[in-house]
């Protein structure tokens, strides 16, 4: 008697199972089923198993260019003369900065921004003062100190930030995301001998890469100090470009059976 009642437990506990698992189907799949209760839990049994598996990949290289942004500054009691001014010098710091060995690809001047300035007792304007900002990319220590020098030639320009870059960022990136699909397979390897199953890939997840740059604000203050000393005369350290970290991921979904 009680082994009968105990077969109807667990007769009436997978009919609502099934029930359960058939309700919330829809949740994960536009897939419409139908049968009786004992169909219905025949077929969820069928459907296989997946396990999700994931590939990882880090490199760590130094920047091999470093792009300083510089503000040029000039002053004139009308509009026009603040950006003849603005103009010449720009040309100016173009010239000598080709004369360094740098490229016309590798300086590029931004929108400028005009300023009135008014007198302190009177809405008068006073004179018209023109920012522009440039960015010299620049790709080892005797450029990096051509542009630094130009700070000490002229009052009205001034150091603004440095962005560090890796040329051959794309390559790394397409190697990383290899190296990551690697990583994932190695470790479906070692899942398949060390639990004897079989692991069949059924799709994968976007691969995700990051970069990471730990060293940024310690190599720009650098920079800066670099700047400030070779105005004063002293004699800078070397320049160190900045050290970045590509992260890759890979998420794969396998189909789980036993061998």
């Known amino acids: 008697m009680l082994s009968r009642n105990k077969e109807a437990f667990m007769s009436r506990f997978q009919i609502f199972f099934s029930l359960l698992l058939i309700a919330a189907f829809p949740l994960f799949a536009e897939v419409e089923l139908n049968g009786n209760p004992q169909e ?15 590939g990882k990949a880090e490199k760590k290289l130094s920047a091999d260019r ?12 009308s509009m026009d003369a603040s950006l003849a ?29 005009s300023t009135p300035e008014s007198g302190f007792f009177s809405d008068k304007v006073r004179s018209y003062k023109v920012q522009n900002t440039m960015k010299v990319t620049v790709v080892n220590e005797a450029e990096f100190r051509a542009v630094a020098a130009l700070i000490d030639a002229h009052k009205e320009i001034s150091y603004a930030d440095t962005e560090f870059e890796l040329s051959t960022k794309k390559e790394v990136e397409k190697a990383l995301l290899a190296e990551a699909c690697q990583d994932a397979t190695a470790k479906k390897a070692i899942y398949e001998a060390g639990l004897n199953v079989a692991l069949t890939p059924v799709r994968f997840h976007n691969g995700a890469i990051q970069m990471q740059r730990p060293m940024m604000a310690r190599t720009a203050k650098m920079a800066s100090y670099v700047m400030e000393d070779v105005a004063l005369g002293a004699a800078a350290p070397p320049i160190q470009f900045d050290e970045m970290v590509f992260n890759a991921s890979i998420t794969v979904e396998y189909r789980l059976q036993a061998k």
Not at 40 to 54: G, K, N, R
Not at 66 to 77: D, F, R, S, V, Y
Not at 85 to 112: C, D, H, M, P
């Open 85 to 113: 001014a603005n103009r010449r010098l720009r040309e100016e710091i173009t010239v000598k900065l080709l004369a360094a060995g740098l490229t016309t690809n590798g300086i590029q001047a931004a929108k400028f921004s």
């Open 66 to 77: 470093a792009i300083i942004q510089l503000k040029i500054c000039t002053e004139g009691k």
């Open 40 to 54: 219905l839990t025949a077929y969820l049994s069928t459907i296989p198993e997946t396990v999700m598996i994931e």
